[in-house]
């Protein structure tokens, strides 16, 4: 069974209607995503993240799987699937995929501001008193602006032997996450879903599929089970 890296990014959530930072010049929401997405901002005003981060789990809570997540889904019937998603949400969970790795962390989770132990949150909220078992405030269990993305490790271990790289709702801009292309094999064959112009060139085994994620997702399936 071939190994399939699925790349996700913003542009296959924003389908479900969650728009991101990117969309508006560097506001998210009308907040600033400095004030509410840095170490600094959370020493600063804790609360306000808090307040920014709760809305945001709310939009989460009430958006749906579109049909890009389900159709990765599928895909594991006949490939072994890994999901690597710079997204918060957890909709590649609900859309049916089993194995997905959260590179900036994950809004439905919180961590301690000990010692970075991970608790699920219950209900949509999370707010200043919201304790850890130490006693300590719990915060968003996000990677922020300036801080280490950890998962990257894991990331390239996972890439190192994978058949095929899918990179879908991104255009490569964000990094690190942007090295993933970097991590699989050389002759690893590769396929990009998004609509955007792309600037990328001499990519060995590259094929750009210029749509949105939902209709490019049945595209590429189609390619893939040609070739099976």
Same mark, same amino acid.
């Given at each position: 069974?071939?190994?399939?890296?699925?790349?996700?990014?913003?542009?296959?959530?924003?389908?479900?209607?969650?728009?991101?930072?990117?969309?508006?010049?560097?506001?998210?929401?009308?907040?600033?995503?400095?004030?509410?997405?840095?170490?600094?901002?959370?020493?600063?005003?804790?609360?306000?993240?808090?307040?920014?981060?709760?809305?945001?789990?709310?939009?989460?809570?009430?958006?749906?799987?579109?049909?890009?997540?389900?159709?990765?889904?599928?895909?594991?019937?006949?490939?072994?699937?890994?999901?690597?998603?710079?997204?918060?949400?957890?909709?590649?969970?609900?859309?049916?995929?089993?194995?997905?790795?959260?590179?900036?962390?994950?809004?439905?989770?919180?961590?301690?501001?000990? =010692?970075?132990?991970?608790?699920?949150?219950?209900?949509?909220?999370?707010?200043?008193?919201?304790?850890?078992?130490?006693?300590?405030?719990?915060?968003?269990?996000?990677?922020?602006?300036?801080?280490?993305?950890?998962?990257?490790? %894991?990331?390239?271990?996972?890439?190192?032997?994978?058949?095929?790289?899918?990179?879908?709702?991104?255009?490569?801009?964000?990094?690190?996450?942007?090295?993933?292309?970097?991590? %699989?094999?050389?002759?690893?064959?590769?396929?990009?879903?998004?609509?955007?112009?792309?600037?990328?060139? =001499?990519?060995?085994?590259?094929?750009?599929?210029?749509? =949105?994620?939902?209709?490019?997702?049945?595209?590429?399936?189609?390619?893939?089970?040609?070739?099976?």
């Amino acid at each position: 069974m071939k190994k399939i890296i699925v790349f996700s990014g913003a542009g296959i959530s924003a389908e479900s209607g969650l728009k991101t930072f990117r969309d508006s010049d560097g506001l998210w929401e009308n907040y600033n995503i400095y004030e509410v997405a840095t170490p600094e901002a959370w020493k600063k005003d804790p609360k306000l993240v808090l307040e920014f981060y709760n809305a945001r789990r709310k939009q989460v809570l009430n958006a749906i799987p579109n049909n890009s997540h389900i159709a990765l889904a599928k895909l594991e019937t006949d490939f072994d699937i890994q999901i690597i998603t710079q997204n918060i949400d957890d909709l590649h969970e609900r859309g049916g995929s089993t194995k997905i790795l959260h590179l900036h962390g994950e809004i439905l989770t919180s961590k301690s501001t000990y =010692n970075d132990e991970q608790y699920k949150i219950k209900g949509p909220e999370l707010n200043i008193g919201d304790l850890c078992k130490n006693n300590s405030q719990l915060r968003p269990d996000i990677v922020w602006f300036g801080e280490a993305v950890p998962n990257m490790v %894991v990331a390239e271990k996972l890439c190192k032997d994978a058949d095929i790289l899918i990179i879908i709702g991104t255009s490569l801009t964000v990094y690190p996450a942007a090295n993933i292309i970097d991590f %699989v094999p050389y002759n690893c064959e590769k396929f990009l879903i998004d609509p955007k112009e792309i600037s990328m060139v =001499n990519i060995k085994n590259l094929t750009i599929i210029k749509e =949105n994620a939902s209709i490019g997702i049945d595209i590429l399936i189609k390619k893939l089970h040609k070739k099976s």
